[in-house]
């Protein structure tokens, strides 16, 4: 006879009660000031959340999140990085096109339409095409580590770019396809990695944690985005100034980085065993060459 899982709504209740918090007060915080009552009551308050959920989780016997699924230096280390990719990827979607879209007597934007702010991101589309075949037979010869470890690289490098570049359309672009392969790169070999690393019926949460976390990522790199470039508007107008792009654009590469160093904490395929021994993970089918 096969159990019904129950479903952890509590713990679905507080995770979504402590991000919401944390999320406004991030985004609101310029509206309302850093320091006032309120931005610190949604702060404090999501964060206080957050370790109630956390404590929550621990002692569930079905619980939302499986914190034991977390404890294995190869899914630890994947997940963070998914959370910092997540973050950079959904700051480009929403920096890029607000750029773009910006008028031109500003002095840096293009004053484009939606639609072709929209099309500006098509290079990270076609780069995700040709780069996604490609992932697989990277990891198998180099190491998902490596491939992981190289999608960060070009998500610091598309940010690094627009904090240096972005006068013209093309320079645009070219960030769009550097983001765009590395995206590509990272998500592929991030399933690779975790599949590899946990024990077969395991396999369902630990994606789905990885899933939730990069989730989590891109709403706070939304927010962060947001608050950075509605902190600082050009005088005698609504819009942002390019400073305050250009300082997104540097966060943004800051979290590529910091991708990149999360990605390199991934144990190679002798470590990732011995470490598996003790943490419960099941050693890679696949080299996890570095």
Do not use: K
């Amino acid at each position: 006879v096969v159990e019904r899982a129950r479903i952890d709504w509590l713990g679905a209740v507080l995770l979504s009660a402590a991000l919401a918090s944390v999320l406004l007060g991030v985004t609101e915080a310029n509206a309302l000031g850093w320091t006032s009552a309120a931005t610190l009551a949604l702060l404090i308050g999501g964060a206080a959340l957050l370790a109630l959920w956390g404590w929550v989780e621990s002692v569930r016997e079905e619980p939302l999140i499986d914190f034991r699924v977390l404890r294995g230096r190869t899914v630890a280390a994947t997940n963070l990085t998914a959370l910092l990719v997540g973050f950079a990827m959904f700051s480009s979607f929403l920096l890029i096109p607000q750029l773009a879209q910006t008028p031109e007597a500003t002095g840096y934007g293009f004053g484009m339409s939606v639609t072709g702010a929209g099309l500006i991101l098509a290079p990270a589309a076609l780069a995700q095409l040709v780069t996604g075949p490609l992932a697989g037979r990277f990891g198998t010869r180099f190491g998902f580590r490596t491939v992981l470890a190289t999608g960060g690289a070009c998500v610091m490098a598309s940010f690094a770019w627009l904090a240096l570049e972005h006068s013209s359309v093309w320079h645009l672009a070219v960030a769009g396809a550097l983001l765009g392969a590395g995206i590509s790169l990272a998500l592929a070999s991030m399933a690779n990695l975790i599949v590899d690393a946990v024990r077969q019926t395991e396999v369902g949460i630990a994606t789905g944690i990885n899933t939730v976390t990069r989730t989590v990522g891109g709403a706070f790199g939304s927010a962060v985005a947001t608050a950075i470039i509605t902190s600082e508007a050009a005088a005698g107008t609504p819009f942002p100034t390019e400073g305050a792009y250009t300082t997104a654009f540097v966060v943004g590469a800051v979290g590529g980085l910091l991708a990149l160093s999360a990605a390199l904490l991934i144990p190679t395929r002798r470590a990732s065993a011995s470490d598996s021994a003790g943490m419960g993970e099941v050693p890679a089918a696949a080299p996890l060459r570095g």
